[in-house]
């Protein structure tokens, strides 16, 4: 069933030779962070050898940098098909991304309008929108249905108002998988005139984005999540991020993506991203041809990229599948989020479970002494743990597989637990 064959992905992580527990490590905890391929470390040790400069000189090693920067910018436009690479801005995380530019949006509002928010969303895109209720502006919460952990539509579209001027979502709940109808809830927005921010962290490892074709207005990912370096991306429509006014200093440019990127960012990271986004490429060049029909009207880069995240989702759903089957299996486990098979679409290969008698940290730290990582906790997606009762009592465990993991691994992980009843 497996589109990519694993030995020649895995053998460009050099992490997963990593041993613990006397045993070639396992890598669950891809949702907190992915590994990354040996040619992302290579591009920022070169970029700190051979290019290291700030932005703007004269001399060779600030434009080759600045190159590097160009090029990083164009490669996540790529990624995402957003219009132009000037819709592509850097920073140092999402979550620092999202304060900055609701910060901007927030000096556009009034008392009185309104922002929606969800309780599957993590606090990165719950915080910096409950931060506007200083100015007056009323934050209003979309439920979801515990039973399944997908977000309540209905809920949504009730919420909705004349007033309502921004909605802010997750593509893919961080906590329990669950992916949203990103479109259908553009169409919402947008017809009360709102704009649509879109938090792509968890998704953007498991399937394809194309940012025109969701019809959002802003969207943030992170490259760490991704198989590139700890990093932040914001996309913006051109002329809304044109129109924002941003918190900036005054020799910075005027025009996205500049007044956007304060000070000097971190070059090397945006070097491991373009090496991130090319690793990708390559793959969807080697292993996604039989995907290329979904993508018409696509060439190049971009295709072989929504290529590559394609084969990704073909290989990950089946090994999910068999995870979760195992995992239904265990006395005593209780499961959230989506269990169909048939409704796999809807969700990513991020596993959310709790073990009758053991707490979360205690299973945790069980797989750790075998040599599976995984975590517990709330993962800042509080509002999840909470809405399900489970906050209380330390949250769930998340176990999260990524294109280089096997079904060796996940059996491995399933006997571990085994042990446990």
């Known amino acids: 069933m497996s589109v990519l064959d694993l030995s020649p992905v895995r053998s460009q992580f050099p992490a997963l030779v990593l041993e613990d527990a006397g045993r070639p490590a396992i890598f669950f905890d891809g949702p907190g962070g992915t590994q990354v391929p040996q040619c992302v ?168 984005i194309d940012v025109q074709a969701l019809d959002c207005d802003f969207l943030v990912c992170s490259p760490y999540k991704f198989f590139g370096p700890h990093s932040g991306v914001l996309w913006g429509r051109y002329a809304l991020l044109e129109q924002l006014r941003a918190y900036k200093v005054r020799p910075a440019g005027d025009l996205p993506p500049d007044k956007f990127e304060t000070g000097t960012q971190c070059h090397e990271a945006q070097a491991g991203v373009l090496a991130a986004i090319e690793y990708l490429a390559e793959l969807g060049e080697e292993f996604g041809a039989p995907f290329a029909g979904r993508f018409p009207g696509f060439t190049g880069r971009r295709l072989a990229l929504k290529q590559a995240m394609a084969a990704i989702q073909a290989y990950e759903r089946p090994l999910f599948e068999h995870f979760v089957a195992g995992l239904l299996a265990i006395p005593g486990l209780s499961f959230y989020g989506i269990r169909d098979f048939a409704r796999f679409d809807r969700r990513t290969p991020t596993a959310a479970f709790r073990l009758a008698g053991h707490s979360p940290q205690e299973v945790a730290e069980h797989l750790a002494q075998r040599g599976v990582y995984v975590w517990s906790g709330n993962f800042y997606a509080l509002a999840v743990t909470e809405r399900l009762g489970l906050e209380a009592t330390g949250g769930v465990v998340r176990a999260g597989l990524a294109h280089y993991n096997t079904r060796e691994e996940v059996d491995y992980c399933l006997a571990c637990l085994r042990e446990m009843v």
């Not at 609701?102 to 929606?116: F, Q, T």
């Open 41 to 208: 470390i290579d591009a920022m040790s070169h970029y700190l050898a051979r290019t290291n400069a700030n932005h703007g000189g004269a001399f060779r090693t600030s434009r080759e940098s600045d190159a590097i920067l160009k090029a990083a910018h164009e490669a996540m436009a790529d990624f995402l098909n957003a219009a132009s690479a000037d819709e592509i801005v850097f920073g140092p995380n999402m979550t620092s991304l999202t304060f900055a530019l609701s910060r901007a949006i927030g000096r556009e509002l009034r008392a009185g309008d309104e922002i929606l928010i969800t309780r599957l969303d993590h606090d990165a895109n719950r915080a910096p929108w409950l931060a506007l209720t200083e100015r007056g502006v009323v934050v209003k919460e979309v439920d979801f249905d515990p039973a399944d952990c997908t977000l309540r539509l209905d809920d949504l579209a009730g919420q909705l108002s004349s007033r309502t001027r921004l909605v802010a979502v997750g593509y893919a709940s961080n906590a329990v998988g669950t992916v949203n109808p990103i479109a259908e809830i553009a169409e919402l927005a947008h017809h009360v005139g709102a704009w649509l921010w879109v938090d792509a962290v968890h998704y953007a490892p498991h399937g394809p």
